[in-house]
């Protein structure tokens, strides 16, 4: 099988932000599947305006079903207790075949705290991640791959050095870490529920189903 990127999130409500950068990752890495994986309880973001989780990956599904590179798993909603992604990752390792590529697929703000998630140095020695640059760091590209190179050896391990082309960070026993350009799309789930909170209008930021789903539902009020 080729590559399959596991992309999770609270997706609180996903949006097009969440959809166009994974169809960029899918097509630059020419992966075959990209798996959206809600978590349930998500460890790091207050509960505040969180919908269900059912909601969430309901809302999901409906974005994503026409697309057949695109997969809804709700694996961390069927699992008791915190969503943790070394868990998620261990399990989609277990499924898939010996020689298939696994990527997990995260935007900078979030891999800027991987030191804060469960087990994060292990992470690093089972799978390959892709870093997605979102538009609030909006830095020259050197002040960007400085940052991650410091957090990189501050935080996660030493050893990670920055490749020639600099496409990616490498380390001589860990996995690679990629940086990946995506079209700049400065929409956030927390833009979304400001929005609806406000009683404005979210259509063009999220999918219309997405849109629909939230005002049949009264979400986010
Ligand atoms: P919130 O505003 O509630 O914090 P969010 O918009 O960051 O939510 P999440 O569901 O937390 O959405 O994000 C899931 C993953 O998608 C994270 O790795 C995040 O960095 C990435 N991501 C979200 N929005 C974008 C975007 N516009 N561009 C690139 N990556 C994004």
Redesign the pocket.
């Known amino acids: 099988m080729n590559g399959i990127g596991l992309?999770g999130?609270?997706?609180?409500p996903i949006?097009l932000?969440?959809l166009r950068?994974a169809q960029e990752v899918k097509e630059g890495f020419g992966l075959e599947r990209v798996y959206f994986i809600p978590s349930a309880i998500p460890p790091h973001?207050g509960i505040a305006d969180l919908a269900k989780a059912q909601n969430r990956y309901q809302m999901l599904a409906e974005a994503i079903y026409d697309n057949p590179g695109f997969v809804a798993s709700d694996v961390e909603l069927k699992r008791e207790g915190r969503s943790y992604t070394i868990d998620t990752v261990s399990h989609f390792i277990s499924i898939f075949e010996k020689d298939t590529p696994c990527y997990l697929i995260?935007?900078s703000?979030?891999f800027l705290e991987i030191n804060t998630w469960k087990s994060y140095r292990d992470l690093f020695d089972m799978i390959p991640l892709i870093v997605?640059k979102?538009?609030a760091q909006t830095s020259r590209d050197e002040d960007f791959l400085n940052t991650l190179a410091r957090y990189i050896s501050e935080s996660v391990t030493r050893g990670y050095e920055l490749a020639e082309d600099k496409s990616c960070f490498l380390h001589a026993g860990k996995q690679a870490i990629y940086l990946f350009d995506?079209t700049p799309?400065?929409?956030?789930?927390?833009k979304i529920r400001n929005l609806i909170r406000q009683g404005a209008s979210v259509k063009y930021l999220v999918p219309d189903s997405v849109d629909k789903y939230i005002q049949t539902k009264g979400l986010y009020r």
């Open positions: 992309f999130g609270t997706f609180n949006h932000g969440h950068t973001k995260v935007g703000d979030a997605m979102r538009p995506v799309i400065d929409i956030s789930s927390t």
